[in-house]
């Protein structure tokens, strides 16, 4: 006797003339039909976007910078002129810069009156500061006019992912401008480090950052009030790193077929659940009438 392979088939067909149409089962099978495009459109829109996953860890994630931090400072002080403005960095690896002047630019206002500061520089891994004062005038004001407002302060590459929402200019729209004039100003800044890796693997590095304020008057040992915009700042050990994940393949096919198999085995299951209790019903009117 030949060998038949068909006996190894577990999907076994039932004759058409067999089986019997109802219109349950069609009411059924198409609420079914809709529920399996609804439950697959909702898996392929989360299949296709992306989740941001973010992690903390300690370590310094950009080593090849050498050891330096990007900053982009603009500040707006309206009340003085842009021959007093300067920039003054210094650190505890021994940095003293005063007049910083590279990469920056003073934009008068107030028909001269005021200056608006714009300046791209860099500062060491290391805890120090950089203020805006009048040190670098080369004739100091009698009552130099410190009230100002922020416009940007970040750190690092710029990130501009929708979905991350950090501290990466914390201070932008800082107005101090109904601050006592002849006040100095201190924000001291706790920068934290922060990795961006998209789906290429390909990372970005930048910085956010806390700040915290205070307002004083400084007397120089003259006696005289020389007022600064102080930035404090130091580095977190803490690295904050948001990664891009995506569904694997696998898994949506996964559940794309657990959506199938699951929903017509319900439905086929409610189906002759009403079938049998139908024909049940039917039964017990015969029996009645008969």
């Not at 299949?47 to 050891?67: H, M, Q, W």
């Not at 922060?194 to 915290?212: I, N, P």
């Amino acid at each position: 006797m030949p060998f038949d392979v068909r006996r190894f088939d577990i999907y076994r067909k039932v004759p058409k003339d067999l089986t019997q149409p109802t219109y349950t089962g069609a009411f059924i099978s198409i609420l079914c039909c809709v529920f399996m495009l609804f439950l697959f459109l909702s898996e392929l829109t989360g299949f296709i976007a992306t989740e941001i996953v973010n992690e903390l860890y300690v370590d310094d994630p950009d080593k090849d910078s050498g050891g330096k931090i990007d900053v982009s400072l603009n500040i707006s002080l309206p009340n003085l002129h842009c021959d007093l403005v300067g920039l003054d960095i210094q650190d505890e690896m021994g940095r003293h810069e005063v007049g910083h002047i590279d990469n920056s630019m003073k934009v008068p206002l107030n028909q001269g009156y005021g200056c608006r500061f714009e300046g791209e520089f860099t500062i060491n891994k290391v805890p120090g500061n950089f203020h805006v004062s009048t040190h670098s005038a080369t004739a100091q004001p009698q009552n130099p006019d410190m009230t100002h407002t922020i416009h940007k302060l970040a750190f690092g590459e710029k990130l501009q992912v929708q979905k991350v929402q950090g501290a990466f200019n914390a201070l932008g729209g800082a107005d101090r401008l109904a601050s006592n004039p002849l006040a100095s100003h201190d924000y001291i800044l706790k920068i934290v480090p922060t990795v961006y890796e998209d789906l290429t693997g390909k990372q970005r590095f930048s910085y956010q950052y806390t700040v915290a304020n205070k307002e004083y008057v400084a007397y120089s040992h003259t006696g005289r009030i020389i007022p600064a915009i102080w930035f404090r700042y130091d580095l977190s050990p803490i690295t904050v790193k948001y990664t891009e994940r995506r569904q694997p393949f696998y898994r949506f096919i996964t559940t794309i077929c657990a959506i199938i198999g699951g929903t017509f085995t319900v439905a086929g299951i409610i189906d002759s659940c009403i079938f049998t209790a139908s024909e049940a019903w039917k039964k017990i009117q015969i029996g009645k009438m008969s």
